[in-house]
C-alpha cells in the first residue's frame, strides 16, 4: 500500500470517528430538546441524556444496517415515524432514569423528527 493510500485510509478512519461523535452531540441535543417539549417523556440527568443519545444511535445504526431503513419521521413517511416512535420507546429499557409513555414516544417521535430536521449537517453514517 503506498503512504497516500495509508493517508486517506487514516484520514478516514479519523472522519468517520468525528462523524461518530458529531452524530452522537446532535442526537443528545435533538434528545433533550425533544423531552423538554414532550410531555410523558422524562430524562433525569445530563448522564441519563448522555447514555441514552448513545443507546439511541445503537439502535438507530443497527436499525439502519439490518433492514436499510432510516428512523426519520420525514425521510421515510409513516415507516420512518413509526420507528423513530419505537426507537424512543425502546431505549427506556436500556438506559436507567429515561422514561416514556406510548403516546409520549408517538408525539416526541413528531417532535424529534422536526427538531433532526432543522440541525444542519449530513447525520447519516
Not at 409513516?78 to 429515561?98: D, N
Amino acid at each position: 500500500m503506498s503512504e497516500a493510500q495509508g493517508n486517506q485510509t487514516k484520514s478516514s478512519g479519523a472522519s468517520t470517528a468525528w462523524q461518530i461523535i458529531g452524530r452522537l452531540v446532535a442526537s443528545a441535543v435533538v434528545l433533550a430538546i425533544t423531552a423538554f417539549f414532550t410531555p410523558g417523556f422524562t430524562i433525569n440527568s445530563f448522564w441519563t441524556l448522555a447514555i441514552a443519545a448513545v443507546v439511541l444511535t445503537v439502535i438507530d445504526y443497527l436499525v439502519i444496517k439490518f433492514t436499510g431503513l432510516h428512523a426519520s419521521p420525514f425521510g421515510k413517511g409513516f415507516v420512518g415515524f413509526a420507528l423513530a416512535a419505537i426507537i424512543l420507546y425502546v431505549t427506556q429499557f436500556f438506559v436507567a432514569g429515561y422514561s416514556i409513555s406510548w403516546i409520549a414516544a408517538i408525539i416526541g417521535a413528531l417532535i424529534y423528527g422536526v427538531v433532526d430536521y432543522f440541525i444542519p449537517g449530513n447525520q447519516q453514517m
